[in-house]
């Protein structure tokens, strides 16, 4: 019996690991779908979104289910919380990627975003796929040091939001208004994809070590 | 013991109350700030959001320490994991009337919004403050009914932020950049506060009668 109900815990753990990887997938191909101006690929990122949510659906039942009838302990208790948290979380990762594909389905066949913007958008991007990639290896290994190196992508991606604030507010801003306020809320978009995968390490940190990480 | 434990669920209603009231403040001020570039105002809102944290730092706890030592039954247990994830909401509602503080403080002596602009965010923020007072009234009265209420009152939000796209991506906009990024953040946060609102009433929906809430 008790190993049935760790069996169960490792299974809420692994659909959270895969729940992440979903949301990385779907920032990539919406990131791609934008920059390419790709009307398909935006679609396809759409509805998989879909999957995302009905496996939110899964694992909270399945974490309700625990709770309800094992009277889980303390440790046990505060993972399983935590992981109807995080689901809330990731859930709405998926959808910050689904904004992002229907600002590039709304431009088709134009892109988005002008070409000297392209570099700063793609790093965003880039910077938040790998902050999803940290999460997914944190909520696997419990690998709470490597929780340190998302607080540090974080301020990259705060960093470049404020550049691109400079962009496109700049004298030498010729694009006009819409692709300004796209990339004002593209730039939204991926701060709050990052801000959440702070969010969650810091709730894994938590589970593993009962303290609320300070970082400098 | 039992009474002690049912005045203990109902002042985290009541705490659940406090904070939709607090939340509702921070919008009505923030947007005070921002329709008149008022510095000191904005700086209120946005200190005033270490009250709504601490606020849900205690309710956090307190929902913890009753699911941990009272093993809640069904009912109760759904009650204190969802006021959980409304505590989330809350605070992120808080955290999006700073953010609208901050394009307040960031514009003065301006007022960041155009003139003929200021009936439509006066009009998203009255909606929003709208919103959240039924979400307090939905909390303290379990009353789900009025719940659908809020989904109008969402639709009408929805309605406000495409018009302001139209409005400042169309040919008579002739205040530049800077405010029609400001505009479109803005129309996000409000949209957003609006949002959670509707969430956290389908929570209590759900709680109060088993059903997800469908509207058509």
Redesign the interface.
């Known amino acids: 019996m008790r190993d049935a109900y760790r069996d169960q815990l490792d299974s809420i753990r692994d659909d959270l690991v895969m729940m992440a990887r979903l949301v990385r997938e779907a920032v990539s191909e919406g990131t791609a779908a934008l920059l390419e101006g790709d009307a398909l690929r935006a679609e396809s990122v759409i509805s998989a979104d879909a999957e995302i949510d009905a496996l939110r659906i899964k694992l909270e039942e399945h974490s ?1 289910e625990l ?2 009838l094992q ?1 889980p302990v ?1 440790g046990d ?2 993972m399983l ?1 935590a992981s ?2 995080m689901v ?1 979380e990731f859930e709405r990762m998926g959808d910050l990627a689904v904004h992002i594909a229907k600002i590039a389905r709304l431009r088709v066949p134009d892109v988005a975003v002008p070409d000297k913007v392209v570099p700063m958008i793609a790093r965003m991007a880039a910077v938040a796929e790998v902050m999803i990639g940290k999460v997914e290896h944190i909520i696997a290994n419990s690998d709470v040091a490597a929780a340190v190196e998302l607080e540090e992508a974080d301020q990259e991606m705060d960093k470049l939001r404020r550049n691109s ?1 400079r962009e ?2 700049g004298a030498d ?1 010729t694009h ?3 692709p ?2 796209d990339i ?2 593209l730039g ?1 978009y991926y701060e709050r994809i990052a801000d959440h995968a702070v969010s969650i390490a810091r709730r894994v940190v938590f589970l593993v070590t009962g303290e609320h990480p300070q970082y400098a």
């Open positions: 309700f709770l309800s009277n303390a208790l505060r919380v109807l948290r809330s604030f496109l507010l801003w006009g208004v819409e300004a306020v004002a809320l939204r």
